[in-house]
Each structure stands twice: as C-alpha cells, then as structure tokens.
C-alpha cells in the first residue's frame, strides 16, 4: 500500500458469498507501509465506544492510539517505561460502562486505566505474572467486573478465568476451563524436551460474554456450550458446516513452518496432519450477547464467514466479508465488527464492517 487507506469500501458482490451468508459491507480500513499515524507493526488490542471512535494498542511502540469514526488519529498515550501511563508489555484493551479504558500490561504486571481521550487514571496490581500471551482474551462484563485470564503453557491447554471488581481488591472468583491436550509433535532429550503443534490440528476454544458467561466447544465439532461463571449449563449451540480440505499447498507450507523443529532434531511426520481444517478457529460475542463463531475457509478464499447465535444458542444468519486474514478474535459493538487482519501483503490493518440485520 501507499498512503494510508481511511475510507468508505463497498461490499463485495453477492454471488462472491455462499448463497446462505449475508455480507458484512466493509466501511472502514485503516494500515499502510509507511510511518504515519495509521501504521501498524504488532496489534495487541482493540476496542470501539458509540461514537465510533476506535481505539488500537499498538505494541512496538508500545502506545494506545485513538481514532475518531473516519480513521483520523486524535489523541494518543503511552511510552516504553515504568512510569504512570508507561508500558513493558501490554497485550489487551476494554472499555467498562462508565467508558473508560483498561488495558493489561503483563510486563508490569498491572492493570491501567485511562478516560475515554487517553487520560492516565490510575493502575492496579493485576495479583499474578508469567501469563505471557499474544492477545489478551479477558474482559470487563456489565457490572465493570475485571475478568482476567491465566493460561498455562504446554501441551496441555489450560485456562483460568478471574473475576474482581478492581476497585474494591479482596481474592478473585475463579472459573477453570476444562484442559484439552493440544497434538504435537515431541523431541525428548536428556534434561529437557520440546513440542511442536500439529498443523491444522483441532483446539478447544472459548470466549466470554458481557454477563461474564463461557462458551467453550473443540473446534472439530460443531457443538458449543454455554456455561455460567460457576459451571452452570446454560445453552448449547451447532450447526452444520463441512470442514474444508487441507490443500496439498497449506500442508506443503505447514511442514516448512516446522523447520525450526526438525533444525534441532525432532521429526515430523507428515501423515498426522489432518486432511481437513478444524471447523471453526474463533469464537466472539458481541454486545447483545450472541455468540460468533468464525469459520475456517478453504485456501484463496476472499472472504472471512462466521455463523451468528443467539445467546440461547438459536442460529441466526451465516455472514461473511472481504476482511482479511483475521488474526485475532473480532470485536462486535454498536452494528459494527472490528478486526485486526493481514492484508495479501502481510501488512496489519484494522477493519470495520456494518453487521446486516440479523434476526
């Protein structure tokens, strides 16, 4: 890209969806190569109020950046440091109730806040460390209740969720997430051993909602749970989708990805990796509580589908979009989804889309 892309975009053609989906009209796309405010090197958070106005963490940096609806920067906060307002390592955003803005920084170990214009608040100890991750998957629900997330490394998956109202201390709630043991491929040594994930393997995946309950399901069955903070049952949801196929070209280039786990040993055996994709690789939900299941796609696909349900778990509408490659769970408030995506050229962009209506 050139200059920095803000602008309005159509949705794309009907026929280039699946006959069943309704398309999400793309209206916003920001991120360009160069070094001006809308470029982007490593999203690790994103949040949107009702004015539309868009807030991205940039981590490099690191820095909160604010955008108003038309993609132009208005304010911004933040540094590399460890002062008020200064950042080690932060990986997530969110707005509580009142509209002000949270963010985690794993580095420090602490929680900030900030008003909606990027004005330092002030900052709580987050109560645990060594949870390192990418993306923080956590959230403020309706009642401004912090839920946080502590997930175990290794082959077997393991998270837990802790609920606090950060302002009033006192032990968190807890909340497990069932484990699920991730396939890998292992290279045992002496005093040590190392694993490698096999591609396109399925995963368990789970999101939390505004009311602070969890929906959980293995990405290579279409049969999702819904669970109440305490375990609860709450509602189920599936439907029918068939997994699309590992093209001899994505397995090819898996195998290549593993390079560093054969430079120092270990074997790959190409036979393990599935033939199909897990069904789905996100789960969302957005501010009316239904739930948003991403799909996966077959190779070349131009555009990103998800499947709606309601909170009860009622299937609404399949929708779908030229997003990108969505890299991140999307964010869904106010009719509109936000999503960190690669464009063709690998280079990272935040995209808005109009949600049709859904019934």
């Not at 209206?27 to 539309?52: I, K, N, V, Y």
């Not at 749970?225 to 949801?237: I, P, Y």
């Not at 055996?269 to 897990?278: L, M, R, T, V, W």
Request: proline letters at 8%; a neutral charge.
């Amino acid at each position: 890209l050139g200059a920095a892309c803000a602008k309005p975009e159509s949705h794309p053609a009907k026929d280039e969806l699946p006959k069943d989906a309704l398309p999400l009209e793309v209206t916003l796309r920001m991120g360009d190569e160069g070094d001006g405010p809308q470029s982007f090197a490593d999203l690790r958070g994103l949040a949107a109020d009702e004015m539309g106005r868009i807030y991205v963490l940039e981590h490099s940096i690191p820095e909160i950046r604010i955008y108003d609806s038309t993609g132009a920067l208005v304010a911004k906060v933040g540094r590399r440091g460890e002062g008020p307002g200064e950042f080690l390592d932060p990986v997530g955003l969110a707005l509580d109730p009142s509209g002000d803005l949270w963010t985690v920084d794993q580095g420090a170990s602490r929680i900030f806040r900030f008003t909606h214009d990027a004005r330092y608040l002030s900052s709580v100890p987050r109560g645990f460390s060594g949870s390192n991750v990418d993306w923080w998957r956590g959230r403020l629900d309706d009642q401004g209740r912090w839920i946080d997330v502590l997930e175990s490394p290794g082959q077997v998956q393991g998270t837990m969720l802790l609920r606090s109202a950060p302002s009033q201390g006192g032990p968190p709630e807890r909340s497990a997430i069932p484990p699920y043991v991730i396939p890998a491929f292992e290279l045992a040594r002496k005093n040590s051993w190392t694993r490698a994930t096999v591609p396109f393997s399925p995963r368990l995946v789970w999101t939390v909602d505004r009311r602070g309950d969890v929906w959980t399901g293995t990405s290579d069955r279409y049969f999702l749970v819904k669970r109440s903070f305490a375990g609860d049952t709450l509602a189920r949801a599936e439907h029918a989708y068939p997994a699309p196929r590992v093209s001899d070209k994505e397995r090819e280039e898996a195998v290549k990805g593993l390079e560093w786990f054969t430079k120092q040993g270990g074997k790959v055996d190409a036979g393990k990796i599935p033939g199909q994709k897990p069904l789905f690789r996100e789960l969302s939900t957005d501010d009316q509580g239904r739930l948003w299941v991403q799909l996966n796609t077959s190779e070349g696909a131009s555009n990103t589908l998800f499947d709606v349900f309601s909170a009860t778990g009622q299937f609404l509408a399949r929708v779908g979009g030229p997003l990108g490659q969505v890299v991140y769970p999307p964010l869904i408030v106010h009719g509109n989804l936000y999503a960190v995506a690669l464009d063709s050229s690998g280079v990272p962009q935040v995209v808005r889309a109009r949600v049709p209506p859904l019934k």
